[in-house]
């Protein structure tokens, strides 16, 4: 398994501003995700973080919203931009540790409420 | 494509009572099937996976889960329900491309367990 860690754990935020979610595993993990939890809902991956390189996102998540830095294998950021109401949300990081990418283990959340 | 659909987005039950929750899959290949839990205001563990091994597979806090090809089913139990057992429960399915694995999560709905004294 895998000790992962959100900063912050919560925030408020005001319209048009940004805020940056850090992820932080205990070890070297191949694959790290950022997924979405919207009120009453469920998990939405947002973006494969891949280490050295752009992260991939899924339909409907774009680069200018929601730019993911991996500067290394055992750290990521996710940026949510620009932010409005609808961006109320848990925001939860994963990794896969291991080659065969069978198990996620999954960060506390970053709860946000966007006023 | 794969995908989890959970049957019932609410179930109660007493404490000390049995505990189902309902998961079908669809998938090309043999799927992997994860349970996972989520507590209010916390992060989500890993209840149990399913990865081709046993079709009967145990997980922690007494929660067991049986994969069944001919029903494309990964239902959730547990024999007696304790009231720490409220809480938010997803089943997930590992997405493929062919018939590797990409390393992604395809989430249900979830399914909201209330335990009642």
């Known amino acids: 398994s895998a000790v992962i860690s959100q900063k912050p754990s919560r925030d408020i935020c005001q319209r048009g501003t940004s805020l940056t979610i850090q992820c932080q595993v205990d070890s070297q993990v191949t694959m790290m995700f950022w997924y979405r939890q919207q009120p009453g809902q469920s998990l939405t991956l947002i973006a494969t973080?891949?280490?050295?390189?752009?992260?991939?996102?899924e339909s409907g998540f774009v680069i200018d919203k929601f730019p993911i830095s991996r500067p290394n294998l055992t750290f990521s950021t996710l940026t949510v931009s620009n932010m409005s109401p609808e961006d109320s949300s848990i925001y939860l990081c994963?990794?896969?540790?291991?080659?065969?990418?069978?198990?996620?283990?999954f960060g506390p959340g970053t709860r946000l409420l966007v006023l | 494509a794969q995908s989890v659909t959970q049957l019932d987005s609410h179930v109660s039950v007493s404490e000390g009572t049995p505990v189902l929750l309902r998961c079908n899959y669809s998938s090309s290949y043999s799927p992997s099937l994860f349970w996972y839990v989520q507590h209010p205001n916390k992060g989500l563990q890993l209840l149990l996976k399913y990865t081709s091994a046993a079709t009967l597979v145990k997980g922690i806090n007494g929660f067991e889960a049986e994969f069944k090809k001919s029903e494309t089913s990964f239902h959730l139990t547990k024999p007696s329900a304790h009231m720490s057992d409220a809480a938010e429960y997803f089943c997930?399915?590992?997405?493929?491309?062919?018939?590797?694995?990409?390393?992604?999560?395809?989430f249900g709905q979830g399914t909201t367990l209330q335990v009642k004294p």
């Open positions: 994963s990794v896969t540790p291991g080659a065969k990418k069978e198990t996620q283990y």
């Open positions: 997930v399915v590992s997405d493929r491309l062919g018939s590797s694995n990409t390393g992604k999560l395809i």
């Open positions: 973080a891949n280490q050295g390189s752009e992260a991939t996102y």
